[in-house]
C-alpha cells in the first residue's frame, strides 16, 4: 500500500502562491490517476485536481486557471502549484489516488490565505 507525505503549505496572503508535493513511498507509475483533494473547516472534503498517468488535467471550477497539477512518476511525487490564492482556499490539503485508497491517506498540509 503506498503512503503518501504532503508538504509545501503555510500561511500566505491573499493572491500568492504556494507549491505543495506529494511525495509517495512507493511507485505511483501504475495509479492510473491522482488528485489533490481539500478540506475547509466545517466542510467535506472535495477533490480540486486531477491528472491521469498520461497527464490528461481536470480541476474544479473554482480552482481552474489559478491551480495546476503535475506528476513525476520518477520520483513518485505530485505536485500542485497555486497562484492567486483566495481566503477560500484555505484547507488542509491532501494528495491520493482517484478513486482514492483509504489506507493511503496522509497527514495532509495546511494552507492559509489571508485577506
Known amino acids: 500500500q503506498v503512503q503518501l507525505v504532503e508538504s509545501g503549505g503555510g500561511l500566505v496572503q491573499a493572491g500568492g502562491s504556494l507549491r505543495l508535493s506529494c511525495a509517495a513511498s512507493g511507485s505511483i507509475f501504475n495509479i492510473n490517476a491522482m488528485g489533490w483533494y481539500r478540506q475547509a473547516p466545517g466542510k467535506q472534503r472535495e477533490l480540486v485536481a486531477v491528472i491521469t498517468r498520461g497527464g490528461t488535467t481536470t480541476y474544479v471550477e473554482s480552482v481552474k486557471g489559478r491551480f495546476t497539477i503535475s506528476r513525476d512518476n520518477a520520483k513518485n511525487t505530485v505536485y500542485l502549484q497555486m497562484n492567486s490564492l483566495k481566503p477560500e482556499d484555505t484547507a488542509v490539503y491532501y494528495c491520493?489516488?482517484?478513486?482514492?485508497?483509504?489506507?493511503?491517506w496522509g497527514q495532509g498540509t495546511q494552507v492559509t490565505v489571508s485577506s
Open positions: 491520493n489516488a482517484v478513486p482514492y485508497s483509504a489506507a493511503s
